[in-house]
């Protein structure tokens, strides 16, 4: 939470080179079989003979997407990676190298940085990613831009894809998260110690669902998957949208909420619907063929990841949501745009 530091133990004393030193001496730096990794002026990776190499590229910023009065230092190294490795998942790739690009400001403390680089490489570690190299330049804001690499020697799992009649997935639970950035903030309050540490986790500690990715890309089955990073309505109109204008029927009873969850929907104080536009959720959303059904939780059971069946893709444009109360259409124009006026 400390992001200034005195004279002496803050960036502006330790030095850009001292601090690009720590990390490449640092303990949890997987790069040994890189051809060329931190220290020259680019690295030198081989893919995997006939793989397709993936990359995609994660932005955060202070103050529009944390706060460093509320977000430690390792929770941001984690959510960094974690929410690149996602992305990657929701290809069905296997994670590779990683390039970290920071903008600090130079007051930033010494022991800030080296919480925040811990986090981002033990992450990397679990995953077996290879930091490979980044920029370190001076800002005014905490800036942190993360760049991974990923292979697949299977088709990759596009947002287009799916059809009429597939079954629509979804890994984990929903809304968890933005139930943690509600704890966070102070917006709700009043849960069991056990169900706050539970949701606040979720919202700090994304899991990225690469296994199943990887299984759903191999085995073929998947027609469309994207992860969700802005709620499961939003995240599903993106995926329908890019599968040529579809719709999908959801049925509420078929949703996977959590235990803590469920407790904090049963005292109404959200709805079913906050917990399907919340965000962050990061679990993967997928569609597949009726035929996939065993395949898919076979995967699921091999894993011991739930996979939930929330409903199917139909025709028509729009993504209703049937309930002991009937059915009801859903605004479909959800997810974040940061430069639509609502959001400055
Ligand atoms: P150049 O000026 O040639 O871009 P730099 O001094 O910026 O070189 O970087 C030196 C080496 O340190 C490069 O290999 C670069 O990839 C690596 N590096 C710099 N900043 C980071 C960072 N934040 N994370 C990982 N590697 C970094
Ligand atoms: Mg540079």
């Given amino acids: 939470m400390v992001a200034a530091g005195t004279r002496d133990d803050c960036l502006a004393d330790w030095g850009e080179f001292a601090f690009i030193d720590f990390l490449a001496r640092h303990p949890a730096l997987a790069q040994a079989d890189l051809e060329v990794g931190i220290g020259d002026d680019a690295s030198v990776w081989r893919p995997p003979a006939g793989a397709r190499v993936l990359t995609t590229l994660d932005m955060l910023v202070e103050g529009v997407h944390f706060d460093l009065a509320s977000t ?12 690149n490795l996602s992305d990657l998942a929701a290809m069905g790739g296997r994670p590779e190298c ?9 007051a930033t403390a010494k022991a800030w940085l080296k ?8 992450l990397a570690e679990c995953y077996r990613v290879r930091l490979a190299g980044g920029d370190t330049v001076r800002a005014g804001e905490l800036v942190i831009s993360v760049t991974l690499v990923g292979s697949t020697t299977a088709a990759p ?18 809304g968890d998260s933005c139930l943690g950035l509600r704890v966070l903030d102070g917006r709700l309050a009043g849960l069991s110690e056990a169900d706050a540490e539970f949701l606040k986790k979720r919202h700090r500690r994304p899991n990225p669902r690469l296994a199943l990715g990887r299984k759903l890309v191999a085995a073929g089955v998947a027609s469309a ?15 329908l949208k890019r599968s040529g204008g579809l719709g999908a029927e959801l049925e509420s009873g078929r949703l996977p909420i959590s235990a803590p969850a469920r407790r904090v929907l049963e005292s109404g104080r959200v709805e079913l619907v906050d917990l399907m536009t919340g965000g962050e959720d990061f679990e993967l959303l997928f569609t597949a063929p009726p035929s996939a ?7 699921a059971a091999f894993l011991e990841l739930p996979v939930a069946w929330l409903g199917r893709v139909v025709g028509r444009a729009g993504i209703s949501l049937a309930g002991p109360a009937g059915k009801i259409e ?15």
């Avoid at 919480?115 to 033990?122: H, K, S």
């Avoid at 799992?157 to 929903?174: M, N, Q, V």
């Avoid at 859903?330 to 400055?344: P, V």
């Fill in 72 to 83: 430690s230092a390792a929770d941001l190294g984690w959510k960094a990676l974690a929410v």
């Fill in 115 to 122: 919480e925040f680089i811990d986090a981002f490489l033990r």
């Fill in 293 to 299: 059904a065993a395949e898919i939780a076979e995967i």
């Fill in 225 to 239: 998957m994207i992860d969700i990073s802005d709620g499961v309505v939003a995240d599903l109109g993106h995926l």
């Fill in 157 to 174: 799992g596009l947002r287009s894809g799916a059809s009429p009649g597939d079954g629509i997935y979804c890994s984990g639970t929903i």
């Fill in 98 to 106: 990683v390039y970290l690009g920071l903008g600090l400001p130079p």
């Fill in 330 to 344: 859903l605004k479909t124009k959800g997810g974040y745009d940061h430069f639509q006026s609502q959001n400055q």
